[in-house]
């Protein structure tokens, strides 16, 4: 059974620097290309960034890019998302994803994902 636990989540400042976590387990890692989306109250959830199996191809919503970075250690099973100069409007629950296709391309929809975390909230003050 697949298990993806986020952390890192909290109470931000606008312009301030957050890094969450997600630890992954019952699957290899290391084939699976991992995702980072969002959502916010009333919203529906939204892509922000995604990491092939090497980590050697990244892929950012416009929102995002040239702010947030997403890596990942496939020794320790584990994908993080440094998100820096953070604005209110990044507020919303995160959710990592684990791709449905081992091997496959890098995947941006949530329909290319089958497995979440519970979510992790980030909240932005003004």
């Known amino acids: 059974q697949v298990q993806l636990v986020e952390s890192g989540g909290e109470l931000v400042q606008a312009g301030g620097s957050l890094r969450l976590s997600c630890a992954a387990s019952?699957?290899?890692?290391?084939?699976?290309?991992m995702g980072w989306f969002r959502q916010a109250p009333g919203k529906e959830r939204d892509f922000v960034a995604a990491?092939?199996?090497?980590?050697?191809?990244?892929y950012y919503a416009d929102s995002v890019k040239g702010r947030f970075t997403i890596s990942r250690d496939n020794a320790k099973n584990t994908v993080y998302l440094q998100m820096n100069s953070l604005k209110p409007e990044d507020t919303a629950v995160y959710y990592c994803a684990q791709a449905k296709i081992a091997r496959g391309a890098i995947a941006t929809t949530d329909s290319q994902y089958d497995y979440w975390g519970q979510g992790t909230q980030v909240t932005v003050s003004s």
């Open positions: 019952g699957r290899t890692f290391s084939v699976y290309t």
């Open positions: 990491i092939n199996r090497s980590g050697s191809s990244t």
